[in-house]
């Protein structure tokens, strides 16, 4: 079906062991791997119904069960209630330990959503990219 869809890019592959980047519905997500095993993804555009899926599917095929993640999130413009259960699936996954992950949040568009759920006070959220990278990494 994806290979199929005008708003989807196909997979870029990396041979040095980076993360595919995607840019699908008004969503886009680069990425990177720092301090070797954290992959630290900046994600911005939309995060709504149709491209919440990508998102998450995106997260499996690119965090292994040893890898971090770090969503910076700053470059978002709207959070919608598909892309905040993608959050507190992952959320759910790192409290039963088969994540270890955090998020970049500064910006109202996202802190809002997240506060008035209730998702923001069970979630690692910092400041800056290097704080949230040392949080997952366990770096001081």
Do not use: C, Y
């Not at 910076?72 to 699936?89: H, N, T, Y």
């Not at 998020?103 to 069970?122: C, D, F, N, W």
Request: proline share 5%.
């Amino acid at each position: 079906m994806r290979s199929t869809d005008p708003n989807t890019l196909p997979p870029q592959s990396s041979s040095d062991g980076q993360p595919r980047q995607l840019d699908s519905h008004g969503m886009r997500i680069d990425a990177e791997r720092r301090s070797g095993s954290a992959v630290l993804a900046r994600v911005s555009g939309e995060v709504d119904l149709l491209s919440a899926p990508e998102l998450r599917q995106w997260v499996q095929d690119n965090v292994g069960h040893d890898d971090g993640l770090v969503l910076e999130l700053d470059g978002i413009g709207f959070l919608g209630s598909a892309g905040l259960s993608v959050l507190a699936e992952l959320s759910e996954r790192a409290a039963h330990n088969e994540l270890t992950w955090a998020i970049v949040a500064t910006k109202r568009v996202v802190l809002r959503p997240l506060e008035a759920t209730g998702l923001l006070s069970q979630m690692p959220v910092h400041q800056t990219a290097d704080e949230a990278v040392a949080a997952v990494t366990g770096a001081e």
